[in-house]
Nanobody, 116 residues
Framework: QVQLVESGGGLVQPGESLRLSCQAS????????MRWYRQAPGKERELVAS????????NYADSVKGRFTISRDNAKNTMYLQMNTLKPEDTAVYYC?????????WGQGTQVTVSS
């Protein structure tokens, strides 16, 4: 019933851009705070960006500030991560996460590889 499906990952060269999408279904999307996490090989999973519900307050990891933009479209039950000026250190599996009181949903992840 509950689904979070990421898309938009792929292989790009340094300096290029990607836009990730997270399509949600089976729950009240507008009532959930949304987050993007990533996990690089050999590293702990880290919080990349978050966005709150009604007012859409955003926060970013220092490593992506000024390059990444998180957004959401509640009418489409979709969250996005616009990633610009990508660097090799951005290479990771990116995960969509939805949180509310008593709930914690995760997607399966999408691979982003930044390499020349």
């Amino acid at each position: 019933q509950v689904q979070l499906v990421e898309s938009g990952g792929g292989l790009v060269q340094p300096g290029e851009s990607l836009r990730l999408s997270c399509q949600a279904s089976g729950f009240a999307f507008a009532n959930f705070a949304m987050r993007w996490y990533r996990q690089a090989p050999g590293k702990e999973r880290e919080l990349v960006a978050s966005i709150t519900t009604t007012f859409g307050r955003t926060n970013y990891a220092d490593s992506v500030k000024g390059r990444f933009t998180i957004s959401r479209d509640n009418a489409k039950n979709t969250m996005y991560l616009q990633m610009n000026t990508l660097k090799p250190e951005d290479t990771a599996v990116y995960y969509c996460n939805a949180v509310a009181y008593g709930y914690d949903f995760w997607g399966q992840g999408t691979q982003v590889t930044v390499s020349s």
